[in-house]
């Protein structure tokens, strides 16, 4: 259970210490807003997926990691980078996939600080954990998050829909063509 750093980043494995600040994000309908049905996750929700997260660690040796700023003293989470195996595969989707995602607080948006996690999570899932491919989900509002795929190498793969009855857009990485990117 190792810690990765990037330029600006600390990303430590999920921790409990973690849970209060993660209500706080969860909470916020800025960060709830196109997760899902959209609302904000009251408190049991999030304390529910703090559980799962951990156990998730426990189960695969990897899952979802802290977004810390690399600064001395500063302890506050500030987002989640998520590597995930799927709970169940995914239509048109061979497995071995890992899911990939991100929340950061509002506070630090329009940083890069997302797609700088996403990256250094996105070479972890192929290097450490065997992934075959990864996969991502986003609502097509959520322009944001659909750049952070694109910009980490992910190509659009189909158009689905949510538990909700959302409209979602899965996006793909395959390992040949993340094989072909980091070594050209
Ligand atoms: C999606 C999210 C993680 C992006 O975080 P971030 O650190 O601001 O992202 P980055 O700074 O790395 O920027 C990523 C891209 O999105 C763009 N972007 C950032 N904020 C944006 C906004 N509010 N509206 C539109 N685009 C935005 C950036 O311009 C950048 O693209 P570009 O470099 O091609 O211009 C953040 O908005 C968030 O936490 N949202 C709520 C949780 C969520 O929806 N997670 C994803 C679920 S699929």
């Known amino acids: 259970m190792r810690t990765l750093t990037t330029e600006r980043l600390i990303l430590p494995p999920w921790d409990p210490r973690f849970e209060e600040d993660f209500c706080r994000l969860g909470a916020d309908p800025r960060v709830s807003r196109y997760l899902g049905d959209g609302r904000p996750w009251k408190p049991e929700r999030t304390v529910a997926r703090h559980g799962e997260i951990l156990a998730h660690w426990r189960e695969h040796g990897f899952g979802w ?66 992934a075959a491919r990864l996969v991502a989900r986003y609502q097509p509002a959520n322009h944001a998050s659909g750049n952070i795929m694109r910009k980490i190498g992910m190509r659009h793969h189909d158009d689905t829909t949510g538990p909700y009855g959302e409209a979602v857009r899965l996006y793909v990485l395959e390992r040949s063509d993340w094989v072909t990117a980091t070594h050209s």
Not at 75 to 89: D, H, M, N, Q, T
């Open 65 to 130: 990691r802290g977004i810390l700023l690399r600064e001395p003293g500063d302890e506050a989470l500030i987002g989640v980078a998520a590597l995930s195996r799927l709970s169940k595969p995914l239509p048109g989707v061979d497995e071995p996939a890992i899911e990939i995602g991100w929340w950061v607080d509002p506070r630090h948006w329009g940083k890069g600080i997302a797609t700088e996690a996403a990256a250094v999570i996105r070479d972890e899932a192929f290097t450490d954990h065997g």
